[in-house]
């Protein structure tokens, strides 16, 4: 409590979920809504890639987030 450095979730989001299942990619390519907002074409090309920096993980972690958000109150 008395450290005020910020510490973050640092794990590859493959690590924990496979990106390449269809449930998972169904929840961002699919969604209408949420098409508006990213370029789905280019957040294919991310979950086909082999190897995701930190910073594509936690895009596509925050992406997935919105999803199942827009999902559950559209």
């Known amino acids: 409590l008395e450290s005020r450095n910020k510490i973050g979730f640092n794990i590859n989001i493959s690590d924990i979920l496979n990106i390449k ?7 961002i390519l699919k ?15 991310l979950i086909k890639k082999s190897k995701l920096n930190n ?7 925050s992406v997935l987030n919105i999803g199942i958000f827009l999902n559950k109150y559209e």
Do not use: A, P, R
Not at 22 to 27: G, P
Not at 31 to 45: A, G, W
Not at 55 to 61: A, D, I
């Open 21 to 27: 299942s269809s449930k998972f990619q169904n929840i």
């Open 31 to 45: 969604n209408k809504s949420l098409s508006n907002f990213v370029n789905t074409k280019k957040i294919n090309h």
């Open 55 to 61: 910073q594509e993980s936690h895009f596509l972690f």
